[in-house]
């Protein structure tokens, strides 16, 4: 069993238009957050969440907003892409902010 | 605020030979250290941690790593790697009570035959 799945795995829209990506964890953890990688591999946080409760909002476009309908669950709605977007999306999860992370396959987004 | 520097972008290396990836961090308050793996168009898996305790930490795959509080690095080590270990691997660190972890810049592994 995939302990954490983000969905669809590859994403290929156009400017302007808007977008979700879904992340679930099967683990039973308290905590979930969203990374962004960018072309040069490197990653940045986004968000977390623990336990439904946002705990981390980094600086981010108010494009995108993170949306935990419970602590399963841990999405990502994009408005109005831009092409600075395009980059590949990891959700990942932990037991407790001071737990190694588990992170999913990635999303990765192309924007046209 | 907490910084990784990853001093090596490419370390090439030829089968069974040893290996070390250095990182260095910056932080004002205690921190824990990791070490994950990206192989191609893969996430992130973890390869080791140190949160406390004993500063030589073993991994998976014959990794192991050492932290040096005095000069802030958490080494990554392996005494003979596979061509299956070429791969990108990231330092983290997290401090706090946030989770939020700061990776550097990755390092990319090339093992030869």
């Known amino acids: 069993d995939t302990a954490v799945s983000q969905t669809p795995k590859y994403l290929v829209t156009q400017m302007g238009n808007d977008k979700s990506i879904k992340c679930e964890q099967n683990?039973?953890?308290?905590?979930m957050y969203w990374y962004k990688q960018d072309s040069k591999k490197f990653l940045k946080i986004m968000f977390s969440y623990n336990n439904k409760e946002l705990i981390i909002n980094e600086t981010v476009p108010n494009r995108f907003s993170p949306k935990s309908p419970d602590k399963a669950h841990l999405n990502l709605h994009i408005n109005s892409l831009e092409l600075g977007d395009s980059a590949v999306y990891f959700c990942?999860?932990?037991?407790?902010?001071?737990?190694?992370?588990?992170f999913g396959d990635g999303t990765r987004l192309s924007i046209l | 605020a907490q910084s990784v520097t990853q001093l090596d972008s490419q370390v090439p290396v030829f089968e069974e030979a040893p290996v070390e990836l250095r990182c260095n961090y910056s932080?004002?308050?205690?921190?824990?250290l990791f070490w994950y793996v990206q192989y191609p168009n893969q996430g992130l898996q973890l390869l080791l941690k140190?949160?406390?305790?004993?500063?030589l930490v073993k991994g998976i795959n014959g990794f192991e790593a050492e932290f040096n509080k005095s000069q802030t690095s958490f080494h990554l080590r392996k005494p003979s790697v596979h061509i299956s270990d070429t791969a990108e691997y990231f330092c983290a660190v997290s401090g706090g009570n946030t989770g939020k972890l700061i990776f550097g810049q990755g390092t990319t592994l090339q093992v030869k035959p």
């Open positions: 990942a999860s932990s037991q407790s902010q001071s737990q190694p992370q588990h």
């Open positions: 140190y949160l406390s305790g004993s500063t």
């Open positions: 932080s004002s308050v205690s921190v824990y």
């Open positions: 683990l039973g953890h308290d905590t």
